[in-house]
């Protein structure tokens, strides 16, 4: 009965917190995502060159052409990718803690609103975790078996994951480490001089990447777009609270039941599981403090979710007994499918940046094919020089237009009011917008209202009026004349 009714559960999760979200808008990543499947080589990509550089678009490109265009056909890669990287989490919550919690490390895993995010993301992201939890797998059945079959899958794996997206060179020091703990402490046939040549083999396939990466390095202070964290942003992003409400739970409930205490998960599980929890965070923010370029993005470390749950299920181990398994899994399916399914509306939003309601909004307001429609870009590449008046349509810079097209002539602004913007958008007012009667401003977040700010404090707009129309984080502010 338990494991009908976690089966029953797990289904549901994966129905309400991965699949209704698939036809919602894409959001502003997944619009580059677009941009980049159906024009790889556009000229504009230069703008950010880090963006392309992933050999993810082949899942997308290969789902519109079996699928067509649509938000559906390339969102369904990433969860069918996320589907077998729980797959693997579970086979590694197995063997790294005890047999029976695989199922309820899978289940916490639903526990984690940031991973449903990730499993329907058209973003690397899934297929990222995936990678790196194969790697991971691997690489504990190559130390436990010394078998060369697994060290080849564990290095085809491993030189993968950095060509999936270049700032996941962060996940790399788990590997050598674990396997150096698993070498001293003599748990494993896998001698010094193996490890080192199958090391240095995964060294000579990354060797293009790093060259790749090293090369976008000197332009990287052009792409942050969060500010440098520090201690208390990285304990914000840590992920403590899951596995800390796991283990007080466990706790109580085995003093109220009387459970007796477990033997704690064997030394080694416990190195790689926290290596997986808390090694990418804090390799993101030291490179983050030190460099001064800023990658403190909750998205870059996305790898290690898959930790959290399984640092929550080392936790319950320590009390929940072995028959509990089930039962447990199901109370955290549960738990998930309640808090995590966005019951206020029957179609849940996959992200805030709602581009098709809010292009759908500006064509209902436009009024007509002459209007002019300033476009502000939400890409923070989008400045001076990058940027210039007169930016050319189609453009990465403002792929959200490319997925939902827009009413009216659009004139491309920068994301912030610069002088050179200013400079544009005074000779605009002059000899485009002033002899309209309405002129439209859409883009996302507060972006778009500094310029409507700027418009609006412009002298020859005097008398004029607007109104802010807003779909969920998408701005279209209407101005028109007076009378």
Partial sequence: ????????????????????????????????????????????????????????????????????????????????????????????????????????????????????????????????????????????????????????????????????????????????????????????????????????????????????????????????????????????????????????????????????RNRTIPFESSVLIALWWLSMPLCVWTYSVLSGNSLFVARYFSLALPGVALAATGMAALWLPRERWTTGAAIVAAIALVSGGHWGRMWPHHSRDNWKDGARTERALAGGTDIPVIAVSPFVEAQPPVWKPGYLLPGFLYAPLFSYRLTGTVYPFPMLVSDEGQQYGAKLLRETIVPHRRFVVFGSGRFPMDWVVWFAGRPELTGWSYQVHRNDGIETIVFERPG
């Fill in 1 to 260: 009965m338990a494991w009908r009714l976690l089966l029953l559960l797990l289904s549901a999760c994966v129905v309400r917190l991965w699949l209704m979200p698939l036809p919602s808008s894409f959001w502003t990543d997944e619009t580059a995502t677009a941009f980049v499947v159906r024009l790889p080589g556009d000229a504009s990509l230069k703008a950010a060159p880090q963006v392309p550089a992933s050999v993810y678009y082949v899942l997308p490109r290969a789902a519109e052409r079996l699928l067509g265009f649509s938000e559906i056909s390339y969102r369904i890669p990433s969860v069918l990718l996320m589907g077998i990287a729980l797959l693997l989490v579970g086979r590694l919550a197995a063997r790294l803690i005890a047999p029976g919690a695989a199922w309820f490390a899978v289940a916490f895993c639903f526990a984690l609103t940031d991973l449903n995010y990730y499993a329907a993301d058209a973003r690397p992201y899934p297929l990222g975790i995936c990678v790196a939890a194969a790697c991971l797998l691997f690489l504990v059945k190559w130390l436990d078996t010394a078998r060369w079959a697994y060290a080849l899958l564990f290095l085809i794996f491993a030189a993968l994951l950095w060509r999936v997206h270049l700032v996941f060179w962060t996940f790399y020091p788990i590997f050598p480490i674990y396997t150096v703990v698993r070498v001293l402490r003599g748990s494993t046939r896998v001698g010094w001089l193996r490890a080192v040549l199958v090391y240095a083999a995964l060294a000579a396939a990354l060797i293009p990447v790093a060259i790749e990466a090293l090369g976008l390095l000197k332009t990287a202070q052009a792409h942050v777009i969060t500010p440098v964290p520090g201690l208390r942003r990285l304990a914000m992003f840590l992920e403590w609270q899951p596995v800390a409400y796991c283990l007080g739970t466990v706790v109580l409930a085995g003093l109220a039941l009387k459970w007796p």
